[in-house]
């Protein structure tokens, strides 16, 4: 039944984007603008992603994008509204216009680019898959779970890179599969499994309901790739240009440790790279359909990219994700901005 | 003793008082004969009782030590919940209470909720229980001013009150919003296409039947689906739908047209005398509904009629797929919050959720038993 409606839904979404009825060049910039809101579709509920707090209030790494892109646009990252988006629903919504921006952890792949007439902007979490264990079997890499019996949510792409891992490396291992995650998980805390696998942000999500979130450890090891970024539809070049260069500028920002404190500060510095990032110096911003102070405004009221990670998925937030791959290509990750100029 | 002389005979006794009468056999009367007739009749019915005994002790101990004793009533965060053997975690309910009530609706505004569920409450308590007086007046507050003032309430009014987009409603106001706009939408509606399948007029007739066969024969997922994903791609931006207007209108329509069939079975028990009685008076065709017909039909069907309104009431629950935080979706939603996360809070989350969604179903079923035993008093035997 789901299956049907999805492959209904696909195909309806295949067709219009086959015949181009989407928005012509700038068109949603103008649409947005005239709304007077910035309508993102969220995850109805990921921690760290996208999740609404006790009194409500969205939070989240995809969010706080969604946040500085209307900052971007409004000077004001309140105005925003955010549509939970389902995973079934998510890419007809962004089809049919009813969201401008699609920020919901969705892996970046090519048939989603060339057959749903998606464009990802971006990359503003690099994901994939991981292992944890307890301390206690002191073990440091995914390499040493020979003979491991490790527990995994059944019929996912999650379960199949399991296999591939395994195989690759000539290891045997025990795969116990449950339906679902939190199954899993529970059988994992009982002892039932040496190891548990999934997504390595899930990992650190599903840790912290552990009866003692302290005594497990991800291992180093990302055995898939899983681009996660924020999608908008093909067709208005100019708008997918503003949200890629808002995750870009995010990035940039922190590389040039603008933060959310220092940047009136910073805006007075010399440094021509900061000038032209905040805007004292070109007309960058203008050349995007935006103002010349576009990311001192997503700065001022978001925060750079580092200060986004921390807060929702890094070290100052309960999920106490390590930067690893999403540090800056200066510090031994890959999150790499082209510059302004 | 001197013997006694009873007509012209000599006997040796006779008994003066009359002896008191024994009582029955230990086994048939009291407790011992109520456990044999009711719990061990026969070797079955024996074995039956004492496994559900075994069943109550093997249970429900466990239960109440989960539920109260070792629950975790208060707390800052999750860390107590966490800790081996805690049993239910109240205080992430108390914690989660107002988003659980409110969804995203802003804080500051909550008082507007609680007023607008005040006002159903009373308006609704007015309407169903059976002393209060002015019905008339109580079903056109209810049905009429209730409904548009509820809408400015919630909604906000330009200038007055401050505009809450529905995007930001949620939790139990979600919920009973669509069950409430579901029940009354459907009941007037599934009258009017039970008497359209049972019309003369041909096209009418056929408009009707055609809608209750093909909208009973797609899941209610799919109508959700199609008004919340389908729709925006069909019709231009501007003309769409509220995103919280379109499942409503889908489950109204959805519930009136089984409640069409429910109401048709009522209309199919009436004997043929009623209608042809109803004629013989020169009443027409309308006034024959309302006055005869209906009110015996709609009588008959209360269970069905409430069989319905439940069925709808935990329908609900499916807005979620769309991406509309209902109660449940908050309480689901609720569970990820990684300062709360741990082992007990999907469990205490869903016991919870049960619990609200029973007492809602349990006191609509316990008002139509009230309500049909005293409509019932006129055919008791």
């Given at each position: 039944m789901k299956r049907i409606i999805a492959?209904?839904?696909?195909?309806?979404?295949?067709?219009?984007?086959?015949?181009?009825?989407?928005?012509?060049?700038?068109?949603?910039?103008?649409?947005?603008?005239?709304?007077?809101?910035?309508?993102?579709?969220?995850?109805?509920?990921?921690?760290?992603?996208?999740?609404?707090?006790?009194?409500?209030?969205?939070?989240?790494?995809?969010?706080?994008?969604?946040?500085?892109?209307?900052?971007?646009?409004?000077?004001?990252?309140?105005?925003?509204?955010?549509?939970?988006?389902?995973?079934?629903d998510r890419f007809t919504a962004l089809q049919s216009g009813e969201i401008d921006v699609l920020a919901r952890n969705g892996t970046w792949t090519q048939s989603r680019e060339a057959e749903l007439g998606l464009l990802f902007a971006g990359v503003n979490y690099y994901d994939g898959q991981g292992f944890m264990v307890r301390k206690k079997l002191n073990i440091n890499s995914a390499l040493e779970l020979n003979g491991a019996s490790v527990c995994v949510q059944q019929g996912t792409?999650?379960?199949?890179?399991?296999?591939?891992?395994?195989r690759a490396n000539n290891l045997k291992y025990e795969g116990v599969a449950f339906a679902t995650s939190d199954e899993a998980i529970k059988a994992y805390d009982s002892g039932r499994c040496d190891a548990y696998t999934t997504d390595a942000s899930g990992l650190y999500a599903e840790r912290v309901k552990l009866v003692n979130a302290d005594e497990h450890v991800v291992l180093p090891e990302v055995i898939s790739k899983e681009p996660l970024?924020?999608?908008?539809?093909?067709?208005?070049?100019?708008?997918?240009?503003?949200?890629?260069?808002?995750?870009?500028?995010m990035v940039n920002a922190e590389e040039l440790g603008i933060t959310k404190a220092n940047v009136d500060e910073k805006a007075k510095s010399n440094s021509p790279e900061i000038k032209r990032l905040l805007g004292s110096e070109g007309d960058f911003g203008k050349t995007l359909g935006l103002t010349r102070d576009w990311s001192y405004r997503i700065v001022k009221h978001v925060g750079n990219y580092g200060e986004i990670f921390d807060k929702n998925v890094g070290e100052g937030s309960r999920l106490k994700i390590r930067r690893g791959l999403n540090n800056l290509w200066t510090k031994g990750g890959i999150q790499y901005a082209p510059p302004i100029r | 003793m001197s013997d006694q002389t009873i007509g012209n005979k000599q006997v040796a006794f006779v008994r003066r008082d009359v002896t008191g009468t024994l009582p029955a056999p230990i086994m048939t009367r009291g407790l011992p004969a109520w456990l044999r007739e009711n719990m061990f009749s026969t070797p079955l019915s024996g074995v039956l009782t004492l496994s559900s005994i075994l069943l109550v002790v093997w249970i429900v101990p466990d239960m109440f030590r989960y539920l109260f004793t070792d629950a975790i009533w208060s707390a800052a965060d999750g860390a107590p919940c966490r800790a081996p053997g805690a049993g239910a975690c109240w205080a992430y309910v108390g914690a989660k209470f107002e988003y659980f009530m409110y969804g995203s609706y802003p804080r500051s505004q909550t008082w507007r909720v609680n007023l607008t569920l005040v006002i159903g409450a009373v308006l609704i308590l007015w309407l169903l229980l059976p002393q209060a007086k002015k019905k008339g007046l109580a079903a056109l507050m209810f049905f009429v001013v209730y409904p548009v003032a509820a809408f400015f309430l919630l909604r906000g009014l330009d200038g007055v009150l401050s505009l809450v987009e529905t995007n930001l409603w949620g939790?139990?106001?979600?919920?009973?919003?669509?069950?409430?706009?579901?029940?009354?939408?459907s009941l007037p509606l599934g009258v009017l296409l039970a008497l359209g399948r049972r019309s003369q007029l041909p096209f009418v007739k056929f408009f009707c039947v055609l809608f209750i066969e093909f909208v009973r024969g797609v899941p209610l997922i799919t109508v959700l689906f199609m008004a919340n994903t389908m729709l925006p791609l069909f019709v231009p931006q501007e003309w769409t739908p509220d995103r919280m207007l379109r499942p409503l209108i889908g489950v109204s329509l959805f519930a009136a047209a089984y409640m069409a069939e429910v109401v048709r079975g009522g209309l199919q028990a009436m004997p043929k005398g009623q209608f042809e009685g109803a004629m013989a008076l020169g009443l027409s065709y309308w006034q024959m509904m309302r006055l005869i017909i209906l009110p015996?039909?709609?009588?008959?069907?209360?269970?069905?009629?409430?069989?319905?309104?439940?069925?709808?009431?935990?329908?609900?629950?499916?807005?979620?797929?769309?991406?509309?935080?209902?109660?449940?979706?908050?309480?689901?939603?609720?569970?990820?919050?990684?300062?709360?996360?741990?082992?007990?809070?999907?469990?205490?989350?869903?016991?919870?959720?049960?619990i609200f969604y029973w007492v809602f179903c349990f006191a609509m079923s316990r008002y139509s038993q009230m309500l049909e035993t005293k409509l019932a008093a006129g055919r008791r035997r």
């Open positions: 492959a209904a839904s696909i195909a309806a979404v295949g067709a219009i984007a086959a015949t181009g009825a989407s928005a012509q060049s700038g068109k949603t910039l103008e649409q947005i603008k005239q709304r007077g809101f910035l309508a993102c579709g969220t995850n109805p509920g990921l921690a760290g992603f996208g999740l609404p707090d006790s009194q409500g209030a969205w939070t989240g790494l995809d969010v706080d994008l969604c946040r500085g892109i209307a900052a971007s646009i409004f000077n004001d990252p309140t105005k925003v509204k955010f549509i939970p988006m389902t995973a079934k792409t999650t379960e199949l890179n399991l296999a591939d891992f395994f970024g924020p999608a908008v539809r093909q067709g208005d070049d100019q708008w997918f240009n503003i949200v890629k260069w808002t995750h870009f500028a | 939790g139990v106001l979600v919920s009973l919003l669509v069950a409430a706009v579901g029940i009354v939408v015996q039909a709609l009588t008959t069907v209360i269970p069905g009629i409430v069989n319905s309104f439940i069925a709808l009431f935990k329908d609900t629950t499916l807005v979620a797929i769309v991406g509309i935080f209902d109660f449940l979706r908050t309480v689901e939603t609720a569970r990820l919050d990684p300062v709360w996360a741990g082992p007990t809070i999907s469990t205490t989350g869903y016991v919870f959720a049960a």
